[in-house]
Nanobody, 124 residues
Framework: VQLQASGGGLVQAGGSLRLSCAAS????????MGWFRQTPGKEREFVAA????????NYADSVKGRFTISRDRAKNMVYLQMNSLKPEDTAVFYC??????????????????WGQGTQVTVSS
């Protein structure tokens, strides 16, 4: 499975961005997808995840109500719509694929494949 993230950029606080993750690979439909983010000096943190089979999703508390994860099964694409962005959302965002779905949150260690990251910068 290969993942390619895109859509990052510079936006003012309160603005919106949509990140995209293009997935390829013969067995991709077996994987569930997640978005993570990381800022310098901090550990990577979970943002959102979606179960490929039925679209069930979960979110970090810090982004609930502002971010929406979705997928296009026909195109093998995953999206992260980010609204009401805050300066503290500034990070490199990564998409990732996991073969399992854990109710309550799939551990980061279960994400086997990772994209290259896309920078999101929110100015105040």
């Amino acid at each position: 499975v290969q993942l390619q993230a895109s859509g990052g950029g510079l936006v003012q606080a309160g603005g919106s961005l949509r990140l995209s993750c293009a997935a390829s690979g013969r067995t991709f439909s077996r994987y569930n997808m997640g978005w993570f983010r990381q800022t310098p000096g901090k550990e990577r943190e979970f943002v959102a995840a979606i179960r490929w089979s039925d679209g069930r999703s979960n979110y970090a508390d810090s982004v609930k109500g502002r971010f929406t994860i979705s997928r296009d099964r026909a195109k093998n694409m995953v999206y992260l719509q980010m609204n009401s962005l805050k300066p503290e959302d500034t990070a490199v965002f990564y998409c990732a694929a996991a073969a399992v779905w854990v109710v309550g949150g799939t551990p980061e260690s279960e994400y086997r494949y990772w994209g290259q990251g896309t920078q999101v910068t929110v100015s105040s």
